[in-house]
């Protein structure tokens, strides 16, 4: 019983790189999330996805694209990172929009 | 976009005081939930509160949804070391998706 594991846990990047990160659930959620944290910032929404083939900006999605090719998969990629990009991302999953979210792991990136 | 804020940011008590964290918002909440999150690890959902003037228990946690359903609160009776962390309000936005507070970080002396 995984429930959402992301991958990788820990990531450095060089300024101008790219890289992918993904998300998996297993519990047949439609709605998954990725959010940011920051210090004294909390979490960000930066993108979402209410269902297969479906994705949509959140709070802070510039820098940053997505893709929800099957159910299971929330994937976030940086196409140009920037150390603006350093922070701890999170995965999270829902069965609804308005119930409780499974949050993953989280990855650690640093961009330097 | 994000309306709820949480107080206060920082909180430090001796193993055995109570601790309560707030989250108030300028708008009407639909619902809120609560999440705790451990040092170095990822939010843990808690509960759900959705009816005005709502309380819910969980053990030593007490959650109160305000009668004009604007601010929420959490409460600790009697803290203990495992209830180090940070603790997130989040308010539901255009039905489908959270916003967060930005958090309590509570820490426990014991």
């Known amino acids: 019983n995984a429930g959402v594991t992301q991958t990788p846990k820990f990531r450095v990047l060089k300024t101008g790189q790219s890289m992918t990160l993904l998300c998996a659930q297993d519990m047949n959620h439609e709605y998954m999330y990725w959010y940011r944290q920051d210090p004294g910032m909390g979490l960000r929404l930066i993108h979402y996805?209410?269902?297969?083939?479906?994705?949509a900006k959140g709070e802070v999605p510039d820098g940053y694209n997505v893709s929800r090719l099957k159910k299971q998969n929330f994937l976030l990629g940086l196409e140009s990172a920037a150390p603006s990009q350093t922070s701890v991302y999170f995965c999270a999953s829902s069965p609804t929009g308005a119930y409780g979210y499974t949050f993953g792991s989280g990855t650690r990136l640093t961009v330097v | 976009g994000q309306q709820v804020m949480q107080i206060p940011q920082y909180q430090h008590v001796q193993e055995g005081e109570d601790f309560t964290t707030y989250c108030n918002s300028s708008t009407t909440l639909s619902n809120i939930q609560w999440y705790k999150q451990r040092p170095g690890g990822h939010p843990v959902f808690l509960i759900q509160l959705v009816k005005s003037g709502e309380v819910k228990k969980q053990k030593r946690l007490t959650f109160q949804f305000g009668e004009a359903k604007k601010n929420s609160s959490l409460h600790i009776t009697a803290t203990q070391t495992t209830d180090v962390g940070t603790y997130f309000c989040?308010?539901?936005?255009?039905?489908?998706?959270?916003?967060f507070g930005s958090g309590t970080k509570l820490n426990v002396k014991p």
């Open positions: 996805s209410v269902g297969e083939g479906t994705t």
């Open positions: 989040a308010e539901i936005y255009n039905f489908n998706k959270f916003y």
